[in-house]
């Protein structure tokens, strides 16, 4: 995490963590299917956008809608309790709303560009959503000795990700735009916690990627192939533990 959070206990700060490790993953995966969506509707491949976008609204309406919904009855339910975070969560409910009208919009849209422009629109106030929940609502409330993040977190995926803890992180590159494919691939890499590895699914053998990882960071991965072609390669990149 980027900013020093005070935690009641070690369990309210992992859970913290976990909910910052979310956030980037979700932040993630809204950047790389918008940027599919402007990408083919800037080079006119009008069949590829309009899939571009219904993957786009499928996302959101599955992850992103309530992921909201769900800091709306744990997190922000907590901090409205608490007189110096009733403005900071009225403003941010009032985001959700911006939010889901947004998502809304972009379904509803009827051509690529303006589905681009709402997409584009959709990145930009998510992004500083999550950073103000980051910064300004999770401190304020990891730091409180009478709320507890962990039991209002426990069992919620939509809050803390499918790949909380150990579990595998699955990552299918075909479906990521060439332009930001290997970054993507080098961000999820970073987020694994010891233990925990990335099953990456590609079109062809990503010799030049492994060299990329090797100079990148050294012996930092145990990488097996769990699959060799002919048309997919599965590999499982293990971040072994300390």
């Known amino acids: 995490m980027n900013d020093v959070v005070i935690a009641s206990d070690q369990g309210d700060a992992a859970a913290a963590e976990a909910v910052e490790r979310h956030h980037a993953e979700m932040a993630a995966a809204l950047s790389w299917r918008r940027e599919a969506l ?127 803890a150990q579990d595998d992180v699955q990552l299918d590159s075909r479906v990521i735009p060439h332009a930001i494919r290997h970054k993507t691939i080098f961000d999820a890499l970073d987020r694994l916690h010891p233990g925990q590895r990335l099953v990456l699914a590609v079109s062809h053998d990503p010799l030049p990627l492994l060299a990329q990882l090797q100079e990148r960071s050294p012996d930092t991965y145990v990488v097996t192939y769990l699959e060799q072609g002919p048309e997919t390669w599965r590999l499982s990149f293990l971040r072994p533990k300390d």
């Open 38 to 164: 402007s990408t083919a509707t800037a080079a006119r491949r009008y069949s590829e956008a309009d899939k571009a976008q219904l993957a786009l609204t499928d996302w959101c309406r599955s992850e992103l809608v309530p992921h909201a919904l769900a800091e709306e009855q744990t997190l922000y339910a907590a901090a409205a309790q608490r007189p110096e975070a009733r403005l900071l969560v009225e403003a941010m409910l009032a985001e959700h709303k911006v939010i889901v009208r947004l998502v809304d919009d972009l379904a509803a849209a009827t051509d690529v560009m303006t589905a681009a422009e709402l997409a584009r629109a959709l990145e930009v106030l998510f992004g500083a959503h999550l950073a103000k929940e980051n910064a300004q609502l999770l401190p304020l409330l990891v730091a409180a000795p009478d709320v507890s993040v962990a039991d209002l977190l426990g069992g919620m995926h939509q809050l803390i990700g499918h790949a909380h």
